[in-house]
C-alpha cells in the first residue's frame, strides 16, 4: 500500500522568509495530492492540491510542485505571515477504479516568528 | 464548514464503556470518514463509507464499529473503550467524484476523547 513521508516535522522561519515542506510516496500509481493545513484545536482544511498530469500549481503565496519520477512533492509558501503558523498535512492516493484512500504524512508544525 | 457537525465534542469515559461519537453531513456527499489523529502519527483512517450501507475498513479498524443507515449520518462506536483510544476523531465528507477525480475531503470540527 502507499506510504508517504513528510519532512521536516517542524520548521521555523522569520515572517517574510519562504518555508518548503516535502513529502514522498511510494506507489507509483499514486495521482492526486492534496495539502491541509491545521491550525491549533481547529480541523484540517484543504489549501492546495495537484494532479499528476501537472508539475506545478500555484494560489496566491503557496504553491506545490511535483516530480513523478523520484516520486516526491513539495509545499512551497513565500512571503510567510503569523498567521501560516499551523502543521501542515500532505497527502496521496490513487484515484480512479481503485480501492485507495487519502494516505496522510505525518504532518509539519511550522512557525512563523514575527 | 458548517455542513459537517461532530458531537460530542469533548468525552470522558472509562475503559471498557461503549461511547458513539456522531457525524452529521447537510451536502449529501456520497463518501464519509472516521479519521483518529494522534501526535507523531497524523491522521489514520479508522472506516469509511461510499453510501448509505457500505462500509468498509481503513489502516486502524480494530475496536471500531461503525454504520451507514442514512446518507447524512456516520455513527462511530467504540464497543469497548480502552485508553489507547484516546485521541482526537475526525469525521470527514467527499462528493462522488472522490473516486474518480480526487475529491476534496471537508473535515468536520473533532471530538476529543479521554479514556480513563
Known amino acids: 500500500g502507499e506510504n508517504v513521508e513528510q519532512h521536516p516535522s517542524t520548521l521555523s522561519v522569520q515572517e517574510g522568509d519562504s518555508a518548503v515542506i516535502k513529502c514522498t510516496y511510494s506507489d507509483s500509481a499514486s495521482n492526486y495530492f492534496p495539502w491541509y493545513k491545521q491550525e491549533l484545536g481547529k480541523r484540517p482544511q484543504l489549501i492546495i492540491d495537484?494532479?499528476?498530469?501537472?508539475g506545478e500549481k500555484k494560489d496566491q503565496r503557496i504553491a506545490v510542485t511535483l516530480n513523478k519520477t523520484a516520486k516526491h512533492f513539495s509545499l512551497h509558501i513565500t512571503e510567510t505571515q503569523p498567521e501560516d503558523s499551523a502543521v501542515y498535512f500532505c497527502a496521496a492516493r490513487d484515484y480512479g477504479g481503485s480501492q485507495g484512500n487519502l494516505i496522510f504524512g505525518k504532518g509539519t508544525k511550522l512557525s512563523v516568528k514575527p | 464548514d458548517a455542513g459537517i457537525t461532530q458531537s460530542p465534542r469533548y468525552k470522558i469515559t472509562e475503559t471498557g464503556r461503549q461511547v458513539t461519537l456522531m457525524c452529521h453531513q447537510t451536502w449529501s456527499h456520497s463518501y464519509m470518514f472516521w479519521y483518529r489523529q494522534d501526535l507523531g502519527h497524523g491522521l489514520r483512517l479508522i472506516y469509511y463509507?461510499?453510501?448509505?450501507?457500505?462500509?468498509d475498513k481503513g489502516e486502524v479498524p480494530d475496536g471500531y464499529v461503525v454504520s451507514r443507515s442514512k446518507t447524512e449520518n456516520f455513527p462511530l462506536t467504540l464497543e469497548s473503550a480502552t485508553r489507547s483510544q484516546t485521541s482526537v476523531y475526525f469525521c470527514a465528507s467527499s462528493d462522488l467524484f472522490y473516486r474518480s477525480r480526487g475529491g476534496v475531503q471537508y473535515f468536520g470540527p473533532g471530538t476529543r476523547l479521554t479514556v480513563t
Open positions: 463509507s461510499a453510501a448509505a450501507d457500505i462500509t
Open positions: 495537484i494532479r499528476s498530469n501537472v
